[in-house]
């Protein structure tokens, strides 16, 4: 039986992780691995290369843990796992590679909201790797509402999701697809999806969803 690692930067997506699989895949052996300190220290010094170390200690100790597939689920250590892929000999995918496929594929114009400035570049930047993987020409429009951000951390998550979704509608106004970076914001997509005259994606279904691919 296959043996699936994921690693979060939160310890709230565990418990989301854990569903999600469960409806999915409810045979699969999971295990996870939280280290809150990586995002913390992303936001206050951006990436470095103890970061990127860190990161691609904790993609081999899952290996040594009998891991045959390792998740990361945050967005904002992309860079830094395009290293840990060199250091270990399992499959490493980012919670994002799903999303940003899809959304390539659905237009050339994509609207992207992040709440985290260290989310900005890793999250753009994958689209655009996916884009050239594809050989497809894109244009990225980025919307960074720290204040969203702000606002979750206190547990204020109405004011959150009165951000995000107001800058969705705004992103909708000019793009072909919105894309929600962070999967903190995963659960306005629904709503969004069904009021927003343009598709809206986030990642933690589609990636559980991918994870057939490898399974």
Known sequence: ????????TGSFLVDLFKRLIGERYPDLSTFHMVDESLI????????????????????TLAESSGA???VFTCSSTSPAVNVAR?????PIIKIDDAMAEKAIGLGCRIGVVCTTSSTVGPSTGLIREHAQRLDRTIEIEHRLQGAAFDAIVKGDRKTHDAIVAKTAEELAASCDVVILAQASMAHLQP?????????????PHLCVESLANYL
Do not use: C, W, Y
């Not at 060199?86 to 399992?90: E, H």
């Open 68 to 70: 045959d597939l390792l």
């Open 40 to 59: 913390q220290d992303l936001l206050a010094n951006g990436e470095s290369p103890g970061i990127v170390r860190r990161i691609a200690t904790l993609a």
């Open 1 to 8: 039986m296959k043996r699936l690692a994921f690693l979060h």
């Open 86 to 90: 060199q250091m270990v000999s399992i």
């Open 191 to 203: 709503d969004l999806e069904k009021r927003l005259a343009v598709p809206v994606l986030a990642s």
